[in-house]
Nanobody, 124 residues
Framework: QVQVIESGGGLVQAGGSLRLSCAAS????????MGWFRQAPGKEREFVAA????????YAADSVKGRFTISGDNAKNTVYLQMNSLKPEDTALYYC?????????????????WGQGTQVTVSS
């Protein structure tokens, strides 16, 4: 089993920044990637960004490219999501997830372990 715990959410004004952290613990020796997803009220969960552990490749949704940056610390089994130039439409519950196997890195259905989520609220 792998436990995933997010932190760093909060309330920020539009144009501001936040950094989310996600720590994985437990049986982390088998892991392919970590990803961030978000879900706003009444909407489906959507992909935000991901990073593969083997080579550090990163992926980001078009809606956050140029504003959000994902990074990882292999030794700490921790990933970060630096969010800059935040917009009210970025308001959502942000989830971190661990992916053990290969597969569509953009799809939440291919991730194996999920955190409880951390709320990000951007005021206008």
């Amino acid at each position: 089993q792998v436990q995933v715990i997010e932190s760093g959410g909060g309330l920020v004004q539009a144009g501001g920044s936040l950094r989310l952290s996600c720590a994985a613990s437990g049986r982390t020796s088998r892991r392919y990637a970590m990803g961030w997803f978000r879900q706003a009220p009444g909407k489906e969960r959507e992909f935000v960004a991901a990073i593969t552990w083997a080579n550090g490749n990163t992926y980001a949704a078009d809606s956050v490219k140029g504003r959000f940056t994902i990074s990882g610390d292999n030794a700490k089994n921790t990933v970060y999501l630096q969010m800059n130039s935040l917009k009210p439409e970025d308001t959502a519950l942000y989830y971190c997830a661990a992916k053990i196997y290969l597969g569509n890195i953009y799809s939440p259905t291919t991730y194996d372990y999920w955190g409880q989520g951390t709320q990000v609220t951007v005021s206008s």
